[in-house]
């Protein structure tokens, strides 16, 4: 009785075995042949009922088989599109570009060209890391915008090259306001000013411009004594634009405060500079020369993971 069990459970899994083997025989034949015809076919067939991967393979087989042909238009279409369903954004993205290359004229080049630009949309990472994506993204759908200025989907590669431009903006948001919490407050000022400059509609410009000034006044409360002054006086300059710009912020006290700091500050600063004995005015040049030259050779970046 146990080996008759043993022998139903072996026939069994055999009979399963050589089910899926003849199941896969079907589509491996289909591939090894050399009717294209068939395979062109089975292609479209299996692209229709959403077995993508499978398609994949007879279109990659077929994909210099119709150069030339009739077919080929229909071919390439479909092709760059089943990289798509299976969210292969950067084959896509290239595929699309082909079939634009190939048929310009053809009735579905828009479509392709906007295609390959969502592609790179998609393809667009989380703003902390590298934005090379979401700048070609840009590029493209701002091609195909001035070439189909007058198309449906314009309107949607605006919205489009909106949200990368938000992101782009969070990210020199977020990359000056790294300087500012490490410590590197030189180069927040610089990045802040870069970033407002870059963008000056950004939806950040209230925060940063303050953080500007908040930044200044760090910047020159570390520096040498020598150096304070002169950037305690443009803490002040960037506290009076910021309450000037945003007279109902959040932050007008705070700017104010820093203000008022920066000004008793400065006459703190006069005073230790008027009683340096010309020794310490030395040690205080020496120091300054120091300073300007590990400015000149930084050797600290930017610590880009921290911002995820």
């Not at 703003?127 to 449906?152: C, G, M, V």
């Amino acid at each position: 009785m146990f080996k008759n069990r043993r022998l139903i459970i072996w026939c069994s899994a055999l009979a399963f075995a050589l089910g899926m083997v003849g199941c896969k025989s079907k589509f491996e034949k289909l591939r090894a042949s050399n009717d294209n015809v068939a395979k062109y076919k089975e292609a479209i067939n299996l692209y229709n009922h959403k077995k993508y991967s499978k398609a994949l393979v007879l279109f990659e087989d077929l994909s210099n088989k119709y150069r030339g042909r009739p077919e080929n238009e229909d071919l390439l279409y479909y092709f760059a599109y089943t990289n798509y369903r299976l969210r292969d954004y950067t084959a896509a993205r290239y595929h699309f570009k082909n079939f634009t290359d190939q048929y310009p004229q053809s009735d579905r080049a828009e479509e392709c060209r906007f295609m390959g630009a969502y592609c790179y949309y998609l393809d667009s990472p989380v703003y902390s890391l590298d934005q090379d994506n979401t700048l070609k993204a840009i590029e493209s759908l701002q091609l195909f915008i001035n070439l189909y200025p007058k198309s449906d989907r314009a309107q949607e590669a605006a919205n489009f090259i909106q949200d990368l431009r938000d992101k782009l903006e969070r990210k020199a948001y977020a990359n000056a306001k790294l300087y500012l919490d490490i410590g590197d407050y030189k180069a927040a000022v610089i990045a802040f000013q870069n970033a407002l400059r870059d963008y000056p509609d950004t939806k950040y410009a209230e925060e940063m411009e303050y953080l500007m000034v908040e930044a200044q006044y760090l910047y020159a409360k570390n520096s040498m004594l020598k150096s304070q002054e002169k950037r305690y006086e443009e803490a002040i300059e960037f506290s009076d634009s910021f309450v000037n710009n945003y007279p109902e912020s959040k932050h007008i006290k705070d700017a104010e405060d820093l203000k008022k700091d920066s000004q008793k500050d400065i006459q703190q600063v006069q005073k230790l500079i008027a009683s340096l004995t010309p020794t310490q005015k030395k040690e205080e040049e020496e120091k300054e020369k120091l300073v300007k030259e590990q400015d000149n050779n930084p050797t600290v970046a930017l610590p880009q993971q921290s911002l995820q």
